[in-house]
């Protein structure tokens, strides 16, 4: 497993990293088995959340960790905090975001706690929070750092000028940004490539983030590698697909792997240096995926990948 630089600060983290968010809905073997797969393929580098499992996805990895004699130092942890969910008895549930200085110190102590560690590698602000005061934020950012709680912070889906915004106040390098990225969902590259035409494509609806990162050294990570649209479905194997599905098959007996490979290796390929968040708990799609971190798509495979995902070439 090739890794990459996180945030370029001297983090050699996997560029396949396991998300964690549904370990909390399946059998505890298997999720355990996910995990020990994950490290076996090489992936150090795990991604949770305070809300995945509403905490639970966090504690049951702590439990995995422990129970394997998991070497605390050999792996990276990441979590992420500022989204509340609040359940009620019917079913239903709201939620809002919550970027304060309590609610982040609070979020962080709890996160440590299930997930049976004393520190966390890369804390992450959960989404943007429009009430955000910066100010608040550098401050338990502050109090979370000098206390060895947390190594690094960063964030997600978060636009140039908010994290602009946020950098100004907070001490502490943002190192990376989690981002909705994929085959099917390639918003932030398709305007880098319609630069200067009235199509849709051109549209920027993210302030040119991906130049914007690769010029701060800061990690995109890229969540929902393999869906189309905000969580509409998998594009692989989907009939809706038909031109894309063919040539990343085509691609795929080329190099002899999975179509899971070349959707992650499509990511890979591009010189951002992109992490990838894989979400399966499937310990043989584990390691299918796994195999993308050998894999090199030439320019004219990636762009024909590119291109039957119904992209067109200025």
């Known amino acids: 497993m090739k890794t990459i630089d ?7 983290v996997s560029e396949i990293s396991l998300g964690c968010m549904r370990i909390a809905d399946i059998p505890y073997e298997k999720g355990e088995k996910a995990v020990l797969t994950s490290i076996d393929k090489g992936i150090n580098f795990f991604d949770h959340a305070d809300i995945y499992g509403r905490g639970k996805s966090e504690e049951i990895f702590g439990k995995i960790i422990k129970s394997n004699n998991i070497k605390r130092e050999n792996i990276f942890i990441q979590t992420k905090c500022g989204i509340i969910v609040k359940d009620y008895p019917d079913g239903t549930y709201k939620t809002h975001f919550d970027f304060s200085k309590e609610h982040i110190i609070k979020s962080a102590n709890e996160s440590l706690k299930r997930l049976n560690t004393d520190y966390i ?18 401050t338990a950012f502050d109090t979370l750092y000098k206390e060895g709680k947390v190594k690094y912070f960063g964030v997600s889906n978060q636009n140039p000028a908010q994290m602009e915004l946020l950098q ?29 035409l009235k199509n849709e494509r051109a549209s ?18 890229a969540w929902s590698p393999f869906q189309y649209g905000f969580f509409e479905g998998v594009f692989l194997n989907n009939d809706k697909f038909r031109d894309l599905n063919i040539i990343i098959n085509k691609i795929a007996q080329k190099y002899g792997v999975s179509d899971t490979a070349i959707a992650t290796a499509w990511i890979l390929r591009h ?3 992109i992490q990838v968040i894989v979400g399966t708990m499937n310990s043989n799609r ?13 320019r004219e495979e990636w762009y024909d990948i590119y291109k039957a995902a119904g992209n067109i070439l200025p």
């Open 121 to 138: 590698d890369v804390f992450l602000l959960h989404r943007p929070d429009t009430l955000m005061e910066p100010e608040e934020v550098a």
């Open 286 to 298: 584990i390691s299918d995926i796994s195999t993308a971190s050998n894999i090199t798509l030439s």
């Open 6 to 12: 996180l945030g370029k600060v001297g983090l050699p």
């Open 271 to 273: 010189p951002a240096k």
């Open 168 to 196: 100004k106040y907070v001490d502490q390098k943002l190192i990376a940004n989690q981002l909705q990225f994929s085959i099917m969902h390639s918003g932030i590259i398709d305007n880098g490539i319609n630069v200067n």
């Open 204 to 221: 920027d609806r993210d302030g040119s983030i991906l130049e914007y990162c690769r010029l701060k050294d800061i990690t995109i990570q």
